[in-house]
């Protein structure tokens, strides 16, 4: 069948070009199995082959694209629902209500995508799948259905709906909740102490204390002696060592490259200032520890990434380029009026000459930080953002698509178990997000590259953190911050970096 699915298509994209109406059909000469056979032997048997060789015409027929009645396309990733398979294989042509499906729009207000919803008649099990609608015309395979009248010696080749798409749908128990406790590993209902959850490593602990040989208990106690407790490490205040125990999996990729640097180089580090360097990793932007200059330590375009570095690129000098041939005011045509732009943005990018040589840099980095500040200006209002897909919250927070992308990717984890979908920012989340706006803040506001600000009061009001807070998180990165005899909090970078030293808990 597949081969003579391809065969017609090729047919019929040859008819298309010259035939308007809805059903293009063309001719094709079929061979059944018994006829090629016989073909394939016409040599040896001369004579056999007129009296085989019976070839019959099939018409195929080519239906446009017509999103109304097009066939909707489903697969069960996880297997045929044993409803629809015993009906299946029945001879009964009678209808299955088993399951019931629907086919709508993916959003009421947009004609974009569509969504296909499957309930079974009990109502525990759902069936869902969903299309955006976006980036289908550009496929080089489109996905048709073939329909084989043998009757009519007839082949109908329809297009699926959504331009070939494939709704998996995915399977659900209704009103389900994972029986996770204080979203960790740990399940509840376990025989821990104190009644709590047990998590990965303390049930492997009980198997072995259970069911182990002597060695393996050895073994075992080795690393439980062996293990550091993150909440006896701390750095300069909590923010540092609360954000590691949720923010592993947040860590950037050029951290995550040091860090194994780091390991390598950990036989001269204790286990204490492995964890707190991880610990950093995890909470800063991409940093360069051994860098010999102040303005080497933090790098724009290493923390905005390649992707959202070229889209930043593009849109700044798209801008420069119209705001030079019209004579405009650039900063109007870059950020939007200036009554909605908060004025330490305004007195950043007014103290960048576009024209002078180097300054290109700046103002792309200054540029990405307004866009993180209108990101953190939306989700701070109730530290989370709804929406069904990350397309949906992006939009909400009207930045560019790629960009959005990689902000909800570093500063929000997806919302699981609730009512609601959408994407939530952590109290450690937060500090991270506003450890990223200062330090950018930094980097965009040096025009020396000695990595110094003589103020950062305005940004802190703009931004609506308090200036010891603020201080605090760039102690954190490696900042040394001072308050001067006008109230002023100013901050400077140097090189090598350097760390506040970690204090220990008290104990308890």
């Not at 446009?64 to 009645?69: A, M, S, V, W």
């Not at 998590?199 to 002696?225: D, I, P």
Request: glycine share 8%.
């Amino acid at each position: 069948m597949s081969s003579s699915s391809a065969s017609a298509s090729t047919s019929s994209s040859s008819s298309s070009s010259s035939d308007d109406d809805s059903i293009m059909s063309t001719e094709k000469t079929h061979r059944s199995p018994t006829t090629q056979t016989a073909e394939s032997s016409e040599k040896s048997n001369p004579s056999q082959m007129n009296k085989n060789d019976n070839p019959t015409k099939i018409k195929v027929q080519v239906t446009k694209y017509n999103p109304e009645y097009d066939p909707v396309v489903v697969s069960f990733p996880r297997g045929v629902p044993s409803s629809l398979a015993d009906e299946g294989s029945s001879n009964s042509t009678a209808n299955n209500d088993s399951i019931s499906f629907m086919y709508s729009k993916l959003k009421a207000s947009s004609s974009r995508g569509k969504r296909v919803i499957g309930l079974d008649a009990s109502e525990t099990c759902t069936y869902t799948a969903t299309a955006s609608g976006r980036g289908h015309d550009g496929r080089l395979t489109k996905l048709h259905v073939v329909v084989y009248d043998k009757k009519l010696n007839t082949w109908k080749v329809i297009p699926t709906a959504e331009k070939g798409t494939v709704f998996a749908l995915d399977q659900a128990v209704v009103d389900y909740v994972p029986n996770v406790m204080d979203g960790g590993m740990g399940i509840g209902g376990g025989n821990a102490a104190g009644g709590g959850a047990m998590n990965a490593s303390e049930r492997v602990e009980l198997l072995v204390e259970s069911f182990g040989s002597k060695k393996k208990q050895k073994v075992m106690a080795s690393r439980a002696a062996n293990m550091v407790n993150i909440n006896s490490v701390v750095g300069a205040g909590n923010v540092m060592m609360n954000s590691v125990q949720s923010q592993g999996e947040k860590i950037s990729d050029g951290n995550k490259d040091a860090m194994v640097n780091d390991g390598k180089d950990s036989g001269a580090l204790n286990a204490n200032e492995v964890a707190l360097m991880q610990a950093r990793r995890a909470l800063l932007p991409p940093f360069d520890d051994k860098a010999d200059a102040p303005h080497k330590i933090y790098d724009a375009q290493q923390i905005a990434g390649p992707v959202v570095w070229k889209r930043c690129s593009q849109i700044v000098d798209k801008v420069f380029d119209k705001s030079q041939a019209s004579n405009t005011d650039f900063i109007e045509d870059l950020l939007g009026k200036k009554d909605h732009v908060p004025q330490s943005m305004i007195t950043l990018i007014s103290s960048i000459n576009p024209n002078k040589r180097g300054n290109s840099y700046r103002l792309k980095a200054a540029f990405f930080l307004f866009l993180v500040m209108r990101f953190h200006s939306r989700i701070s209002k109730k530290d989370f953002i709804t929406g069904n897909t990350v397309d949906d919250c992006v939009n909400f927070t009207k930045l560019p698509h790629e960009i959005g992308v990689r902000l909800f990717e570093i500063f929000t984890t997806r919302m699981e178990g609730g009512k609601e979908n959408g994407y939530i920012a952590s109290r450690q989340l937060k500090d991270k997000r506003l450890m990223y706006l200062l330090i950018l803040y930094v980097i965009a506001s040096d025009a020396s590259k000695e990595m110094k600000v003589s103020s950062i009061n305005q940004f802190c009001k703009d931004i609506k953190l308090d200036d010891k807070n603020a201080a605090m998180l760039l102690r954190e990165a490696g900042f040394a911050v001072k308050k001067s005899g006008t109230g002023d909090w100013g901050c400077a970078l140097n090189a090598p970096l350097k760390f506040p030293p970690p204090k220990r808990g008290k104990r308890s």
